[in-house]
């Protein structure tokens, strides 16, 4: 089983770089990341997708 991770910054002013080599350097070898995704908003694209890559697949 492969670690991922997810990364969230709230304004595009900020930088999400920090966290993801947090969270590459914790040995997520994949990481989503929302970039000026406020905490209002309950769709963030990167985090519908980071839960989507977690569902299992059924065949």
Same mark, same amino acid.
């Given at each position: 089983?492969? &670690?991922?991770?997810?990364? !969230?910054?709230? &304004?595009? +002013? %900020?930088? =999400?770089?920090? %966290?993801?080599?947090? #969270?590459? $350097? $914790?040995? $997520? +070898?994949?990481? *989503?990341?929302?970039?000026?995704?406020?905490?209002?908003?309950?769709? !963030?694209? %990167?985090?519908?997708? *980071? #839960?989507?890559? #977690?569902? =299992? &697949?059924?065949?």
């Amino acid at each position: 089983m492969s &670690t991922v991770g997810y990364a !969230r910054v709230s &304004t595009r +002013e %900020q930088n =999400p770089e920090a %966290q993801e080599a947090e #969270l590459r $350097a $914790a040995g $997520a +070898e994949r990481v *989503f990341a929302d970039h000026g995704e406020s905490s209002r908003v309950k769709d !963030r694209p %990167q985090s519908l997708a *980071f #839960l989507d890559y #977690l569902r =299992p &697949t059924h065949s």
